[in-house]
């Protein structure tokens, strides 16, 4: 290549990247940049797919839970499967059982992480005088991270996947009957 | 200085390390719920239903297992809609116990 093409190359690329002043660059002299070099380099990026996630199927559902004079605890698994402790009953009647389910979405073969909740709070429905129950020891069927509170996973060939969340009810002594409801946030990010 | 909960900290750590590192993230709110029973544990007697039973038999006295609805009109306490069913047993004197619970 012509030196001297190159060197006007450069002065134009030093200019127009700001590098250099227009009036420091009528100072140097032309030939005082010839012996100047070039190379190349590779530049590449690669744009991820946005992650998304969406709560899928029941919810968090602990079903019907029977009361007595002890408190106790209603353990839901991710896997949908309910054990209790202390003075909590199940019956024959379950009602609704499951866990919750999320599906999320983003770049193929990606590792992602989740962030569950410490606490969560199910109400009693308008108008009931039930007291409050507390959601805590929430679960996950993905892998637990060192904070116990985060999860990570990894999202399939085809860029998703799927996990199931579960927790654990803590029932007063002689809970009011009746519907209990709430929300828990889940939090979605790539590592 | 008002106290935040410890899951927003949680929260809130892992929102400034994501976005510290410039990383994407999204989040969703999930329903939860549970329907709570209340327990009836209720002895009561049945001793009429057991002395037109003919057998003298004591568990035959009292062959049929009664599916109740309780109505939580104050009569018993207990979860309306949900049934219940009792369980028999008669003494020589046809004095019966019945226990309700929950199916």
């Known amino acids: 290549m012509n030196h001297r093409f190159s060197t006007l190359k450069f002065l134009g690329l030093l200019l127009s990247t700001g590098l250099v002043s227009g009036s420091a660059m009528a100072q140097l002299s032309v030939g005082s940049l010839i012996g100047v070099v070039e190379a190349t380099a590779n530049a590449s990026v690669t744009i991820l797919n946005p992650l998304s996630i969406t709560a899928t199927g029941l919810g968090m559902s602990f079903g019907n839970v029977v009361t007595s004079s002890q408190p106790g605890t209603v353990v839901l698994a991710p896997t949908g499967t309910r054990t209790v402790t202390g003075g909590a009953g199940t019956m024959g009647q379950a009602g609704t059982v499951s866990a919750a389910s999320f599906d999320v979405t983003g770049q193929k073969n990606a590792t992602y992480s989740i962030a569950l909740p410490v606490l969560a709070t199910l109400n009693p429905q308008s108008g009931e005088t039930g ?61 | 200085m008002k106290k935040r909960p410890l899951s927003a900290l949680c929260f809130g750590l892992m929102a ?8 994407q993230s999204t989040g969703v709110s999930a329903s939860a719920s549970a329907t709570i029973v209340v327990s009836t544990h209720v002895s009561t007697s049945v001793s009429a239903a057991c002395k037109e039973a003919k057998s003298g038999d004591p568990k035959e006295r009292c062959p049929e297992p009664v599916t109740l609805q309780v109505l939580n009109d104050g009569t018993l306490i207990g979860t309306q809609g949900v049934s219940l069913t009792v369980s028999r047993e008669a003494d020589a004197s046809n004095a019966a116990t019945a226990t309700l619970a929950y199916d």
């Open chain 1, 131 to 191: 007291l409050p129950m507390a959601v805590t020891a929430f679960t996950s069927t993905l892998t637990a991270t060192v904070l116990p509170i985060v999860w990570n996973g990894v999202l399939g060939t085809a860029g998703t996947a799927t996990f199931n969340v579960g927790g654990t009810l803590t029932v007063g002594l002689n809970q009011a009957a009746g519907l209990y409801t709430g929300t828990f946030p889940v939090l979605l990010a790539y590592n």
């Open chain 2, 16 to 23: 400034s390390l994501t976005a510290a590192n410039g990383v």
